[in-house]
């Protein structure tokens, strides 16, 4: 799997878009995009993944650059439960390919 | 999506001992994985759970230290086994429900403390 690079930590207020990057320079051509979170003291939960196109559900949107080396989830309005920490992590989409987890980026959000 | 139950949620435990984790999951699953997270650290995967055979170690994990079944498609134990304080952390068990998605589903987590 690709390598990922996230900020260890970042910090945004209530009610605002927080935008998280994430670079991932020797992504393959057939490798996803996906985003974890891990809220204290649970297991990781999926936000979304993506291959190319810019990706929308209801918890978040993710911007993936054209040449696909790197990429920023967004949390459109951030509330004090997305207190977190924020996995980046590229795989292939078959089942039975694992999760690499890297460092992630431990997000604060801030009334 | 699938709901994953592990039992126990915590416990504390003597060194030289052995716990076994248990994961149950509300359907059938094609791949689980346990994973371990040491305190203020990342999640680092163990194993790969194979269903009627061995499991699937990654760098660094052995089977005599980790043992692990799975019977059948829903149900999976990991043991740490001749425990130290060094085993004190949190066990995860995760699996694969969609081929489609690739997504993954974590149970809460089994925090083990070893005194």
């Known amino acids: 799997d690709a390598k990922t690079t996230q900020p260890p930590s970042m910090d945004c207020a209530e009610g605002r878009a927080a935008n998280l990057p994430c670079n991932h320079s020797t992504i393959s051509g057939n490798e996803y995009v996906y985003w974890y979170r891990q809220i204290h003291s649970q297991g990781p939960q999926y936000i979304i993944h993506?291959?190319?196109n810019n990706e929308t559900n209801e918890m978040a949107s993710l911007i993936i650059t054209e040449d696909r080396k790197s990429s920023t989830l967004i949390l459109p309005h951030a509330t004090l439960r997305d207190t977190a920490v924020y996995y980046c992590i590229v795989r292939l989409k078959a089942a039975g390919n694992k999760l690499t987890f890297g460092g992630g980026t431990r997000v604060l959000v801030k009334p | 999506s699938a709901v994953i139950s592990q039992k126990p949620s915590r416990d504390i435990c003597q060194r030289g001992t052995s716990l076994t984790i248990q994961c149950q999951v509300d359907s059938q699953v094609t791949m689980m994985f346990w994973y371990r997270q040491q305190p203020g650290q990342s999640l680092t995967l163990i194993a790969t759970?194979?269903?009627?055979?061995?499991?699937?170690?990654e760098s660094g994990f052995v089977i005599d230290k980790f043992p692990i079944s799975r019977p059948n498609l829903t149900f999976s134990t990991l043991t740490v086994s001749n425990m130290s304080p060094e085993d004190s952390s949190i066990y995860l068990c995760s699996v694969t429900v969609s081929v489609d998605t690739g997504e993954l589903f974590f149970g809460e987590g089994s925090r083990l403390t070893v005194l």
């Open positions: 759970a194979n269903q009627g055979s061995e499991a699937t170690y």
């Open positions: 993506g291959l190319k």
